[in-house]
């Protein structure tokens, strides 16, 4: 896939009417942003999110903002490397796989500030922003445990990423804490889009006995839902709420990423940024656990409950829900 | 009919259909490696008519028509402009990708929203009749290749292009009308993936299968009957590795199941070794 040159034609063209008056025309003088995603902003899921936060860091702080799509880990660096040469304010990489082309490229440039989505590494120019979806993820996995007639449930990825098996991980805590001795497997599949790949690996999760399915395969999300419906069995929506895709998915592991994206940006903005890791729980409101009204009739009210009282825990902090060491 | 071999026949069908389609151009002496490419615009023309309201035949239909008109495209460049295959096919392969993209951002929004189609019938054995007749369309080639007039000239085309031209034959005519129908398969192959197994489209979809069926073509030593078993054996084993990869508790890392389908087909393609079969003016501009 190619940066999409209409919206950087678009944005150069937007700072040098927006200085060409006072400053120097080659240079934004104005509060900039930009993002990298690793797939497709169409994909309903991870990178329309991050998209939707970039918009609303152009609606809410009025910066100038600019987005490309990159593929490989070579890009991720030039892409850094140009922005931040575009004297750009602040640079999101969009996932855990952007942190050490980040970290090489601010080392260069430490009047830009980035932030890459998840990942551990920091400078006073650099921190991830964790978004502790892992907390939703073991909400799914209780639920899971609780209501799971064979003990055995699976779990959906695209590419085998930290971040990616970090909520697996805790989604099979939640299994396993709601069900003891129960087991939850991951089938990866390679690719965050291949929807067919998806529905395959749904598939043989369920002819194994898995009798709930929880998926972190972003746009393939689908393949997963239609897979569960054909087996008559339940999944998860994560990421984004999903529930209204099909009436399979019990509920979704949510993460409102334009009100992390935003709260980011306005630190930044402010002076405030510090260099810390951003994180964002179910506490801060960003991440959510979500029941899909239309099949909350099917679990029982004690299930409701007990995931209420369990997600109070994790707020307050009494219950720290186990996640991936990265 | 089990789980297994549904899914296995059901990722082999597309594979199939967009080989047979290569096979075709490649013994007419042509070749496109924008496989992929074409697979997209099948896929996304059968997702659009679709949504637009069109049954699922209807939208294979749509997805046929576009193909033809996808392999008269590539042929106006790469048979009759005589441009190096390889790079139209390669420009082929970014174009489709942005196009289809930029399409579907048209049609879904910008930040995409998840737009599900209907899929195809089920006819027999829990298989829509279009990802069954797949399994027949190599057989038609081989008698066409070895029992028909125009499918003499096609593989003379590909083999011998100036004898044909020496006999009155047009080595572009042939190759255009190959590229035609290569395309409308390619495209056919796409448009099953979104029809069958993948219940929408999503930028990407075709995840590669375009170059698996580029693969599966010289597997078979241009053969077309020996499409079937190649196809099948990719698409079994890409079913097969999901149940590995379910059953769990092996220890070995996933991505050694899932480069299990291409491994397969590596080493049949190493022991299939040095038997030739290729067509003699492959990729070689009409004279």
Avoid at chain 2, 65 to 72: I, K, T, V, Y
Avoid at chain 2, 263 to 284: D, I, Q, V
Wanted: proline share 6%; charged share 15%.
């Amino acid at each position: 896939m190619k940066p999409r040159p209409s919206i950087l034609l678009a944005v150069s063209a937007f700072a040098l009417v927006s200085c060409g008056k006072s400053g120097p025309p080659a240079r934004s003088t104005g509060f900039s942003v930009a993002l990298l995603t690793p797939g497709p902003i169409s994909d309903a899921g991870w990178n329309a999110g991050a998209y939707e936060g970039l918009k609303a860091i152009e609606k809410e702080l009025g910066a100038s903002i600019s987005h490309v799509q990159v593929k490989s880990p070579s890009e991720f660096e030039e892409q850094f490397r140009a922005y931040a040469a575009k004297a750009t304010r602040l640079v999101f990489g969009h996932g855990f796989e952007f942190q050490d082309a980040a970290a090489r490229v601010a080392k260069e440039y430490p009047s830009t500030v980035f932030v890459t989505t998840s990942g551990s590494k920091t400078a006073p120019n650099l921190a991830p922003i964790v978004f502790e979806l892992e907390q939703a993820a073991y909400l799914c996995g209780l639920v899971s445990g609780r209501m799971t007639k064979t003990g055995k449930a699976g779990m959906v990825g695209g590419v085998e990423l930290p971040s990616i098996k970090s909520t697996f991980l805790a989604y099979e805590a939640g299994f396993v804490a709601g069900h003891p001795g129960g087991t939850a497997r991951p089938v990866f599949t390679g690719s965050f889009e291949d929807v067919a790949g998806a529905k395959a690996a749904a598939l043989a999760l369920a002819d194994q006995g898995c009798d709930f399915l929880f998926q972190n395969a972003d746009a393939a999300a689908l393949g997963v839902f239609k897979g569960a419906e054909e087996r008559k069995i339940r999944a998860f929506g994560t990421n984004k709420n999903q529930n209204a895709l099909s009436p399979a998915v019990l509920a979704s592991a949510v993460i409102d990423m334009p009100r992390a994206f935003v709260e980011t940006a306005r630190r930044v903005k402010d002076g405030k940024f510090d260099g810390q890791t951003l994180r964002y729980g179910l506490a801060s409101g960003v991440i959510s656990f979500v029941w899909n009204p239309a099949a909350l009739a099917n679990v029982p009210p004690a299930v409701v409950e007990e995931t209420k009282s369990a997600e109070e825990k994790i707020r307050s902090g009494a219950f720290v829900v186990p996640r991936g060491n990265f | 009919m089990s789980g297994f071999f549904a899914i296995a026949l059901l990722l082999a069908a597309p594979l199939l259909l967009a080989a047979t389609g290569e096979l075709l151009l490649e013994r007419a002496g042509s070749i496109q490696i924008g496989l992929e490419g074409t697979m997209l615009i099948g896929a996304f023309t059968a997702f659009a008519a679709a949504r637009s309201g069109a049954g699922p035949h209807a939208a294979l239909l749509a997805a046929a028509c576009a193909g033809l008109l996808a392999g008269a495209a590539f042929a106006a460049f790469a048979v009759a402009g005589r441009a190096d295959p390889i790079l139209v096919g390669t420009a082929w392969n970014l174009v489709a990708a942005g196009g289809t993209a930029f399409s579907y951002r048209l049609l879904a929004g910008a930040t995409g929203s998840v737009l599900e189609v209907k899929a195809l019938p089920p006819f027999a054995f829990g298989l829509p009749a279009a990802a069954l007749a797949a399994f027949f369309v190599p057989a038609v080639l081989e008698v066409f290749l070895t029992r028909t007039r125009p499918g003499l000239a096609l593989v003379a085309a590909g083999d011998n292009p100036l004898a044909l031209e020496a006999t009155g034959g047009s080595v572009v005519a042939v190759r255009t009308a190959a590229s035609v129908a290569a395309g409308a398969l390619g495209a056919l192959g796409g448009a099953l993936l979104v029809l069958t197994v993948s219940p929408t489209f999503v930028e990407g979809v075709t995840a590669g299968r375009g170059f698996l069926a580029l693969a599966l073509v010289v597997f078979a030593r241009w053969k077309p009957l020996r499409l079937v078993p190649g196809a099948l054996l990719v698409g079994g084993a890409t079913a097969l590795q999901y149940r590995l990869q379910a059953g769990g508790g092996t220890g070995i890392p996933y991505a050694v199941f899932l480069a299990l389908p291409g491994l397969l087909a590596l080493f049949a393609l190493a022991a299939a070794r040095g038997r030739g079969g290729a067509p003699k003016a492959l990729g070689t501009p009409a004279p």
